[in-house]
């Protein structure tokens, strides 16, 4: 059964609960396995229930140490996309930041990763890595754990074949930065193993 809910004309969004998801939320802040913010939320949604305690606006905030703001999102949240969407936070429309390195600087470091390292090293590390990424103007500036998540991200994302298409599909890698991303999941724990050593 879905909640029963409306928005008044003043645009103060009013939550009605359903037996059934009054449970689910009172199981979820009984569990305290969730995210921090989901139960959070939970709370939120449980006290600002009009056929429960029916806590105004004010109290619900200084009780989770929440904004009003935020209180009245999660109103709006589950009043508009559903219980799901109010136990989650809201996606940012702007990331806080842009990805230091885009699809070609991946590419590139990767291909980096599996070419030979410099004169002087037995092998690559993470911090060689970041300061050769530098050097070679592939990022400004980047620090070793960037880079180890950057190359783990490839990992898991794909298989090294996948991977090895997508690139040469993409960004060329095997003919325009010399290295072949076959060598990929083995660089990176060695890199890994490696990295916050040298």
Same mark, same amino acid.
Request: negative net charge; glycine residues 8%; hydrophobic residues 40%.
């Given at each position: 059964?879905?909640?029963?809910?409306?928005?008044?004309?003043?645009?103060?969004?009013?939550?009605?609960?359903?037996?059934?998801?009054?449970?689910?939320?009172?199981?979820?802040?009984?569990?305290?396995?969730?995210?921090?913010?989901? #139960?959070?939320?939970?709370? #939120?949604?449980?006290?600002?229930?009009?056929?429960?305690?029916?806590?105004?606006?004010?109290? #619900?905030?200084?009780?989770?140490?929440?904004?009003?703001?935020?209180?009245?999102?999660?109103?709006?949240?589950?009043?508009?996309?559903?219980?799901?969407?109010?136990?989650?936070?809201?996606?940012?429309?702007?990331?806080?930041?842009?990805?230091?390195?885009?699809?070609?600087?991946?590419?590139?470091?990767?291909?980096?990763?599996?070419?030979?390292?410099?004169?002087?090293?037995?092998?690559?590390?993470?911090?060689?890595?970041?300061?050769?990424?530098?050097?070679?103007? #592939?990022?400004?500036?980047?620090?070793?754990?960037?880079?180890?998540?950057?190359?783990?991200?490839?990992?898991?994302?794909?298989?090294?074949?996948?991977?090895?298409?997508?690139?040469?599909?993409?960004?060329?890698?095997?003919?325009?930065?010399?290295?072949?991303?076959?060598?990929?999941?083995?660089?990176?724990?060695?890199?890994?193993?490696?990295?916050?050593?040298?």
């Amino acid at each position: 059964m879905s909640s029963q809910m409306e928005c008044v004309m003043n645009k103060k969004y009013i939550v009605r609960l359903s037996d059934e998801e009054r449970g689910q939320l009172a199981e979820l802040t009984r569990k305290g396995t969730a995210a921090a913010y989901k #139960i959070r939320h939970a709370h #939120i949604l449980l006290k600002a229930d009009a056929d429960g305690p029916a806590w105004t606006d004010a109290r #619900i905030a200084e009780s989770f140490s929440v904004s009003v703001n935020t209180e009245l999102g999660v109103r709006q949240r589950l009043v508009e996309q559903g219980l799901e969407a109010a136990l989650n936070r809201k996606p940012q429309t702007h990331p806080s930041r842009s990805p230091l390195l885009d699809g070609e600087g991946e590419a590139r470091l990767i291909a980096l990763r599996c070419s030979a390292p410099p004169e002087g090293h037995a092998r690559w590390t993470l911090r060689l890595l970041a300061d050769q990424a530098v050097v070679l103007e #592939i990022v400004e500036a980047i620090s070793h754990e960037t880079v180890r998540q950057a190359l783990k991200k490839c990992v898991e994302t794909a298989s090294a074949e996948d991977v090895g298409h997508s690139a040469r599909a993409e960004w060329g890698v095997c003919g325009a930065y010399g290295g072949c991303l076959g060598c990929l999941s083995s660089a990176v724990r060695s890199a890994e193993t490696d990295g916050v050593h040298g």
